[in-house]
Structure formats: C-alpha cells, structure tokens
C-alpha cells in the first residue's frame, strides 16, 4: 500500500536540504523526496550530521509564518509543497538556517 497521504498521481519533488549553522557550516541532504520522506527522516539525517545539542526542523510556510514540526509525524507533502511554490524547511542552530528547493 502507499504511504499515507501519497496519491499516485503526484510526482515525485526531490529537494537539497541546506543546512548553516552559525559558525558558517554547511550540511548538504541530496535528493530528498518530499512526497515521501517524514520528519522523523530528516531529524535522524540531521542528527547524523549536526552533533549539536540545539536545533529544531521547522517549516516555513509562506502567508502562514513558521511552523514546527516537532509534534507531527506527518509527510511534507502534506504541507502543500508543489510546483511553483517555494516552502522552507529551516532547522535553526542558534542563529543558522536551512531551507530546500523544489528541483524539477
């Protein structure tokens, strides 16, 4: 069966995932696919890669302002990433950023 939230129908969006963090680093996610990766995925991703002790994801949702995404297990499609559209994925580190583009 698909994962929740999937149709069929929908292509795939396959983003690079920019993390800065304050000293000026910068962590690099290649292809991740928003029509299916998790939050939980992209906690684990970071984690690996930041061994900071502090930093959250969030969304940034343009009209909506940010969104944490910390009390949801839910797919990033279901934020309504499509064509067209630039949403954001920030994962503060102190005062870095991080945000995705949809590549087509």
């Known amino acids: 069966s698909e994962p929740v939230g999937r149709s069929a129908t929908l292509p795939s969006c396959f983003v690079t ?3 800065k963090t304050l000293g000026g680093e910068r962590i690099l996610l290649h292809d991740v696919d928003t ?3 998790t939050v939980d ?3 684990i991703r970071v984690s690996s890669m930041e061994k900071s002790t502090k930093w959250k994801l969030a969304l940034v949702v343009p009209g909506r302002g940010l969104v944490t995404l910390k009390e949801y297990e839910r797919l990033l499609s279901s934020y309504n ?3 067209g559209e630039t949403y954001r ?3 503060p580190l102190d005062m870095g950023a991080c945000h995705t583009t949809c590549r087509r």
């Open 35 to 37: 029509m299916t990766v």
């Open 17 to 19: 995932l920019e993390v």
């Open 81 to 83: 990433l499509a064509a």
């Open 41 to 43: 995925n992209l906690y």
């Open 89 to 91: 994925v920030e994962v």
